[in-house]
């Protein structure tokens, strides 16, 4: 495992290692806008066997991918966000909102979830949206967190056996919110709200009803 403090490093040093490890299947821990997370390039077998050993009480298969923009959710999917979806996320993209869309057929099954869906969000984190930007894929991301336990906010509150699962270890003595992200499921005619947390529900169907 190798542990970079992210406030001591040069950023661009910083985003040269994540892109190298990401590109070669590495399971990562990172910092975001919300909780600490861990994930790795999306659509990749070798980073979905290690998601299942280090959470194996989730779902067998990654749900949630965190994205540079709207158009990589397009790109995802099988149909083009409509203009709702489009507003929500010009409203709170990026930030601590996350989008549950359909996925495109052209994704191998064996990453395909139940529903074919997957939960999107553009973090905001410059550390990781640069990194998303430079590595032009969305990344799978949980929290890293053990059952049953709130998702961290601080770096001393993450399970050793988590750390020591991943290949590279991201750490910031930064504040973070430690709020996770609220999420919105948006494939019917409204928006069904399955956690509400960063952003409020009526604030939700405020930008739902206008757009």
């Known amino acids: 495992m190798k542990h970079i403090l992210l406030d001591e490093m040069d950023f661009e040093e910083a985003i040269r290692i994540a892109l190298e490890a990401a590109r070669q299947g590495a399971l990562m821990l990172f910092p975001t ?12 077998r070798q980073v979905m066997e290690k998601l299942r050993r280090v959470k194996p009480e989730r779902e067998a298969k990654p749900t949630a991918v965190l994205i540079d923009n709207i158009v990589r959710m397009s790109q995802c999917a ?3 966000p409509g203009r709702r979806i489009v507003a929500l996320a010009e409203a709170y993209w990026p930030g ?10 052209a994704i191998p099954e ?3 979830t139940a529903d074919r869906s997957l939960g999107y969000r553009v973090p905001n984190h410059p550390f990781l949206l640069e990194l998303l930007r430079r590595l032009e894929t969305p990344l799978w991301a949980t929290s890293a967190n053990s ?11 993450i399970k050793s056996h988590i750390l020591e699962a991943c290949d590279l270890v991201f750490e910031t003595r930064i504040l973070i919110s430690g709020k996770s992200s609220t ?3 948006v494939r019917g005619r409204e928006p069904v709200v399955v956690r509400e947390s960063g ?3 009526e604030e939700i169907r405020r930008v739902w009803r206008t757009a």
């Open 33 to 44: 806008d919300t909780v600490y997370g861990i994930g790795g390039q999306a659509f990749s």
């Open 78 to 80: 099988s149909d083009v």
């Open 96 to 105: 601590p909102l996350t989008l549950v869309w359909k996925t495109s057929n």
């Open 110 to 112: 064996e990453f395909q």
């Open 147 to 157: 059952p049953g336990q709130p998702p961290p906010k601080l770096f001393s509150e």
């Open 183 to 185: 999420v919105v499921d």
């Open 199 to 201: 952003v409020h529900e």
